[in-house]
Structure formats: structure tokens, C-alpha cells
């Protein structure tokens, strides 16, 4: 099996995750910026990480995913600054698993990305403020050892051979 861990970073919260990925995941296996990624038929298996932009996944990702056709299998992550189990983040989750219907989506996991200060800082300042702001404090720190301990659960749950 051939493995591809492909992620989308800013400020490098995703990149923590990717490479948690890569550590855990056996066999032939390489770890791509989306920016550089190959194209995903030479892969079994692709673990896809994005950062969440105004409620979908970041759109470099958004660009990737449709690529990935049937017979692939996918594992899901990403970070962002709403809290976890918001629908938010679940809407996002969504939206990247119907980018790719064909494929095998194994799997997802999703924590808290501690979000650029600057841009906080902007947006608080305007009068219209996205809707998961107010949750920003949350990530500070994030991800942290504890999310990548559930992380790497969730991928040893998974009943193939990674
Ligand atoms: C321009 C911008 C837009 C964002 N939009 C959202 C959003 O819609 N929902 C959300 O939960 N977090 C949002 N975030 C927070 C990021 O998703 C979060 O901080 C993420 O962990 C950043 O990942 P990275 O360090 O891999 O770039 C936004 C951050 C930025 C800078």
C-alpha cells in the first residue's frame, strides 16, 4: 500500500497534525504541501489535512480533493479555531467528504488550531465578526500533545494495515 499525506498550512497548526500522520502511517509513504502534492492515482491511500476558511475547507484543498476518484482511500483532517464538535466545523468536515463521492473516506479527525493573533485582532475590530471569533481564545496553544494522543488513536483504530 502507498501512502500520500497531503496538507494545507498557514501557520503551521495543520502541518503538526500531517506529520503525526506521516509518523504513524507504515509502509511506502510520502508527506506533501498541497502546493507541491503529485497527483493522487499513484496513491492507495491519501490523508488529506486542511485548515477550515470561512467554513469550508482552505481553498487550495477544495482545489486537491476533487482529484482523488474511486478506489482511493481517504482520511480526513483538519484544524480551526470554532469549537470542535460545532455544526461549523461538521458543515466543513461535510463539505470536503462531497468533494471527493467516489472515494473510501476512512475517516476524519478534527481539533483546535490556535488562530493568527493579527487576524483576531482585525476582525474583532469590525462590526461583523464571523460567527466562530468568539472561540478563538479556545485554540490558543492548539494543537497540542493531547490532540495529537487522540489523533493517533483514531488512526490506530482503523482495521487495515497502516
Ligand atoms: C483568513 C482566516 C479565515 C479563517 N476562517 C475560519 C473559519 O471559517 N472557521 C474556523 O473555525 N476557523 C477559521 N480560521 C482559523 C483557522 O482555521 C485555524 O487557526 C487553523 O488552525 C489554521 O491552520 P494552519 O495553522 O494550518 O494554517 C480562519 C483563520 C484565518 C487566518
Not at 510520502?30 to 491511500?45: L, N, T
Not at 475547507?57 to 483532517?77: A, C, L, Q, V, W
Not at 470554532?82 to 481539533?111: R, W
Amino acid at each position: 500500500m502507498k501512502s500520500l499525506i497531503v496538507y494545507s498550512t498557514q501557520t503551521g497548526n495543520t502541518k503538526k497534525l500531517a506529520d503525526t500522520v506521516y509518523e504513524q502511517i507504515k509502509g511506502e509513504k510520502e508527506i506533501r504541501s498541497v502546493e507541491s502534492a503529485p497527483d493522487p492515482a499513484g496513491y492507495d491511500f491519501l490523508a488529506v489535512g486542511f485548515w477550515v476558511k470561512a467554513g469550508k475547507p482552505d481553498p487550495e484543498t477544495m482545489n486537491y480533493i476533487p482529484r482523488i476518484t474511486s478506489g482511493k482511500k481517504i482520511f480526513f483532517f483538519a484544524t480551526h479555531g470554532a469549537s470542535t464538535d460545532s455544526d461549523h466545523v461538521k458543515e466543513a468536515i461535510e463539505y470536503a467528504k462531497n468533494l471527493a463521492p467516489s472515494a473510501d473516506i476512512l475517516g476524519t479527525f478534527n481539533c483546535l488550531g490556535e488562530v493568527d493573533p493579527a487576524f483576531v485582532k482585525r476582525m474583532s475590530e469590525k462590526e461583523q465578526q464571523p460567527v466562530w471569533l468568539h472561540n478563538a481564545p479556545n485554540a490558543v496553544g492548539h494543537p497540542d500533545s493531547t490532540d495529537l494522543k487522540n489523533l493517533i488513536n483514531i488512526l490506530s483504530s482503523f482495521k487495515f494495515s497502516l
